[in-house]
């Protein structure tokens, strides 16, 4: 009888979140998903589902773009290929940002049917040079949806350099052990700079109000000062470095924003020489 050599599935869950040209009309948008998720077959993928979020206006502009159509999709794709999907998206005449993003992992065997799962542990893959498989040493992203609980306020260091300050608020949902569906809300501080000629934090404290729908992609800080009872504090913080306007087109017009001339002295631990992000032409995203 023949042998079979079991071949386990090298395929994970991934969501691309992309940009097409604002020039394109909706009536061609079916067409430009239909080639990326073609795209995507052809690299022997498989599709989950797409979602067109329509036209949204950028934080900053980029090849002289200042809006594009959001379009979000979920699919499984080996690991190796996704190299090869990244090169492909960078030259297409009609997407001209994207990002790509592997799903947490959920290990089986602790959670069934009705009981509340465990926090997901997120799978990084890294590929040596013969092909195997490597360990990344460390990783500080951070990436979030969510509304603003406040509207932000903008300050300035004293040499003149602005900092906007804000947070928002997302929901998570789980399931207690007797089926009851429970909501949780965890609200993040936002801290934005402007980086190299992007003026992130003016069009924050321009264009976002208290309720704005935001995309916030940046990485996770921790200061600490010492508070006038003596007594050491500390706060961890979003450093962001790119922020997206989801709202509506027309729907992002600043509300009472706080804009004063407050010295950057008065947010406690920030220093006017803190790390800053790298500059915009140096990330790829």
């Known amino acids: 009888m023949e042998r079979r050599i079991f071949q386990p599935t090298l395929q994970r869950d991934y969501e691309i979140l992309y940009i097409v040209r604002p020039d394109v009309e909706e009536t061609g948008l079916p067409d430009v998903t239909k080639r990326v998720e073609s795209l995507i077959e052809s690299l022997e993928g498989n599709i989950q589902r797409t979602n067109v979020w329509g036209k949204r ?24 290929r996704v190299p090869e999907m990244e090169a492909t998206l960078k ?13 947490p992992v959920l290990k089986p065997g602790t959670a069934t049917e009705g009981e509340a799962a465990p926090p997901p542990s997120l799978e990084v893959d890294s590929w040596s040079r013969g092909g195997g498989r490597g ?5 500080n992203k951070v990436m979030l ?11 300035y260091t004293p040499s003149g350099q602005p900092v906007t300050s804000f947070s ?17 809300t965890d609200y993040h501080n936002i801290v934005a ?28 800080q921790t200061r600490s000062w010492e508070g006038q009872d003596g007594q050491k504090r500390r706060a961890t913080e979003v450093v962001a470095n790119d922020v997206e306007f989801l ?26 020489d803190m790390p800053r992000d790298v500059d915009p032409d140096e990330i790829p995203f």
Not at 59 to 69: R, S
Not at 135 to 139: D, K, N, T
Not at 170 to 184: A, I, L, M, Q, V
């Open 91 to 103: 030259i297409s005449d009609t997407v001209f940002r994207h990002l790509i993003v592997r799903k």
């Open 145 to 155: 949806i969510g509304r603003l609980t406040k509207d932000p306020e903008m300050r």
């Open 247 to 272: 709202e509506p087109r027309g729907g992002g017009a600043a509300a009472g924003v706080r804009v004063g001339a407050a010295p950057v002295d008065d947010l406690p631990g920030m220093a006017e």
């Open 168 to 184: 928002i608020a997302t929901n998570r949902y789980t399931s207690s052990t007797d089926g009851e569906r429970k909501e949780f």
């Open 193 to 220: 700079w402007n980086i190299g000629k992007r003026p992130l934090a003016q069009m924050v404290a321009d264009y976002l109000h208290k309720g704005s729908l935001v995309y916030i992609e940046g990485r996770l």
């Open 57 to 80: 206006r950028l934080a900053y502009e980029v090849d002289h773009l200042k809006e594009g159509h959001y379009v979000l999709t979920d699919f499984q794709i080996e690991p190796a």
């Open 135 to 139: 360990v990344m040493a460390s990783l």
